[in-house]
């Protein structure tokens, strides 16, 4: 089960740091990944990590603005969002799967969440 909380409506140039509660995908080694949709665009991987050794991934899009980790005694995996833009406007989903070729392509993710939207005004 994955439960996504943290969303909310941010001011640019401002942060948000998203939970997903990540039931039975962080005690062994999965990847977990942060996908987003904008509105009217398709689904685009923000940054995921591979529980099993913390190995993380970002997309050119956030990279130096977003930080993925883990708190395995919370079971939750945790993304924040450095000087947000207004297109990190998005629904954020949280997904998970045991094995893939390509962490932050959404389409190799079996397991979601349910999204949490984050607004960020100009």
């Known amino acids: 089960q994955l439960v996504e909380s943290g969303g909310g409506s941010v001011e640019a140039g401002g942060s948000v740091r998203l939970s997903c509660v990540a039931s039975?995908?962080?005690?062994?080694?999965?990847?977990v990944a942060w996908i987003r949709q904008a509105p009217a665009k398709g689904r685009e991987g923000a940054a995921g990590?591979?529980?099993?050794?913390?190995?993380?991934y970002y997309a050119d899009s956030v990279k130096g603005r977003v930080a993925i980790w883990q708190d395995n005694a919370k079971n939750t995996i945790y993304l924040q969002i450095n000087y947000l833009r207004p297109e990190d406007t998005a629904i954020y989903y949280c997904?998970?799967?045991?094995?893939?070729?390509?962490?932050?392509?959404?389409?190799?993710?079996?397991?979601w969440g349910q999204g949490t939207q984050v607004t960020v005004s100009s």
């Open positions: 997904a998970a799967d045991l094995l893939l070729m390509r962490p932050l392509d959404p389409s190799e993710y079996e397991y």
């Open positions: 039975g995908f962080t005690e062994s080694g999965n990847y």
């Open positions: 990590i591979y529980t099993g050794t913390d190995r993380t």
